[in-house]
Nanobody, 123 residues
Framework: QVQLVESGGGLVQAGGSLRLSCAAS????????MGWLRQAPGKEHTFIAV????????YYADSMKGRFTISTDNAKNMVYLQMNSLKPEDTAVYYC????????????????WGQGIQVTVSS
């Protein structure tokens, strides 16, 4: 079992930045690749990025490159999503998730999900 808890969301003005955090726990958590996805109102989940715990491999959706950065802190079992130059269209519920394989995470297929956290970008 893997448990994921997101934090760091909230309200930010357009052009601002936020860093989302995900506390990951569970005996097998290091066997998983870690990703971030989001879901805007009335839309399906959208893949943002995925990373391995050693940071050796990461992959971003094309539309997320440049403004979003995924990273890990192995000592703390934390996963982060740094979001810069935020736009109103980035408003969504953001999810931390764990994928058994990196390549499945790239495809948006995840085995464990956090509860999600709201990010609202005002214009």
């Amino acid at each position: 079992q893997v448990q994921l808890v997101e934090s760091g969301g909230g309200l930010v003005q357009a052009g601002g930045s936020l860093r989302l955090s995900c506390a990951a726990s569970g005996r097998t958590v290091r066997n998983y690749a870690m990703g971030w996805l989001r879901q805007a109102p009335g839309k399906e989940h959208t893949f943002i990025a995925v990373i391995t715990w050693d940071g050796g491999s990461s992959y971003y959706a094309d539309s997320m490159k440049g403004r979003f950065t995924i990273s890990t802190d192995n000592a703390k079992n934390m996963v982060y999503l740094q979001m810069n130059s935020l736009k109103p269209e980035d408003t969504a519920v953001y999810y931390c998730a764990a994928a058994r394989y990196f390549y499945s995470g790239r495809q948006g297929s995840y085995d464990y999900w956090g509860q999600g956290i709201q990010v609202t970008v005002s214009s």
